[in-house]
């Protein structure tokens, strides 16, 4: 026998025997053994309190030793944000009519009426001088509803064509800068028509700012009758975009915990109410959560960032849980004709020791291989990484012990016969 296959023996050997032993505690102590599973886990997860979302883009994505990120701080510092925006973008085969203008003007009344944390909307605009900073062809006629109300086409054709200062700011005004799209003109060179405009609201940033923003969304992404297409952007949008994508899983996952439920259900029992397994399923599926609750106390508590990839998580948890779970029930279903005629606990401690080695390198093979990709440059990844390999390492802790003493409480009901769900 090779050097390496002795070394390798006894590794095994020494692994069977550790479990051999945690096995045999947790048949004689089950109870106590998943009191202090969940009460480590409950106690790591105090860690949350201080727990916070990163938002930044430029915390998660980029490196924090870099060049860009020094010069954005240095930035962020000496010239900080100073506004936040909303951009509305109408497209219409001509947009300088009559009905288009109106409807403009009933968005921008009805968006200018929202609140944002309690507070109206001139509180949170970003002003210039004693006016809100609002763009658009309304400011042509100064946002003023009787001016533009009765309006016809001509008269808006004329003042496009000759208004060249802000009638409310005071500043040069290029109505090019309003429109999109194929802008018609003349033989003159005077603009007849064109198929999109913008308007634009700056706010000041502020939590508030952030609510008007998506009560605005919401709204602009209704339409309007008189308007054939609305397009909306703002500050929020690439969050939103971002979060909801991610967040929307949060639908598949309850979905997919629901199925793996039952096919760990029908798979680990036998289908009658003494030998079904719909607690113990359920309890194993628990560790998952358990095990977030630990990974997301101990990282919160060591200050990595919480992105939005994290959200992915439970189900790499909800694989690695199942597959654990499965591979400790077979190992009880190969107990031996001898083995099976063992007390209680010593049987306990034959599957862990069957089970445990295997659960172990998968396990810490995993573990490894998160450890090494927190050690990427890019944030929000490193950050993945460690909340997955501390979620794996709970998850790995909690299957070889809380899952088992779950299935040692288990047995002593299957022995007594009593129904399952009672």
Wanted: aromatic residues 12%.
């Amino acid at each position: 026998m090779s050097c390496l296959k002795k070394i390798s023996n006894k590794i095994i050997w020494a692994l069977e025997t550790v479990f051999f032993r945690i096995g045999l505690f947790i048949g004689y102590h089950p109870w106590v053994t998943i009191f202090f599973s969940v009460a480590i886990c409950g106690c790591c997860g105090i860690g949350m309190k201080t727990f916070k979302e990163t938002d930044a883009q430029e915390k998660l994505w980029v490196p924090q030793d870099s060049r860009v990120q020094n010069e954005l701080k240095w930035v962020t510092k000496h010239f900080p944000t100073q506004t936040r925006y909303v951009s509305v973008v109408v497209t219409y085969p001509d947009v300088l009519m009559p009905s288009v203008l109106n409807a403009l003007l009933d968005l921008n009344k009805e968006f200018t009426s929202y609140t944002g944390g309690g507070k109206s909307y001139t509180s949170l605009c970003y002003k210039l001088g004693r006016s809100c900073r609002v763009t658009g062809l309304l400011e042509l006629w100064s946002y003023d509803e009787s001016s533009i109300r009765p309006l016809t086409r001509n008269q808006i054709l004329t003042t496009v064509n000759t208004t060249n200062k802000s009638p409310v700011f005071g500043t040069d005004l290029d109505v090019k800068n309003y429109l999109g799209g194929f802008i018609r003109r003349n033989g003159n060179g005077m603009i007849i028509g064109a198929e999109a405009t913008q308007m634009l609201w700056l706010l000041k940033p502020s939590v508030a700012a952030k609510e008007w923003e998506a009560k605005v969304i919401e709204r602009a992404l209704q339409g309007h009758k008189d308007l054939k297409n609305v397009y909306v952007y703002a500050s929020r949008s690439f969050q939103d975009e971002g979060y909801g994508a991610i967040n929307s899983d949060i639908k598949l996952l309850s979905a997919g915990f629901s199925i793996v439920f039952v096919f760990v259900m029908i798979s680990l029992g036998n289908f009658n109410m003494v030998e079904q397994r719909i607690i113990v399923s359920l309890l194993g599926l628990g560790s998952v959560g358990l095990a977030i609750l630990f990974a997301y106390g101990i990282a919160t508590f060591l200050d990595v960032i919480y992105g939005p990839i994290q959200s992915i998580m439970p189900f790499l948890l909800l694989g690695i849980g199942v597959d654990d779970m499965f591979v400790i029930v077979e190992a009880w279903r190969n107990l031996s004709p001898t083995e099976v005629k063992l007390p209680l606990p010593e049987r306990i401690g034959t599957v862990l020791k069957h089970a445990g080695v295997s659960v172990t390198v998968t396990s810490i093979t995993d573990v490894v291989a998160f450890g090494i990709g927190a050690s990427t440059v890019i944030p929000a990844l490193s950050a993945f990484c460690i909340y997955a390999a501390l979620g794996i390492f709970a998850l790995y802790i909690l299957q070889s012990t809380f899952f088992v003493a779950c299935l040692a409480i288990d047995e002593r009901r299957r022995q007594t016969h009593r129904n399952a769900c009672i």
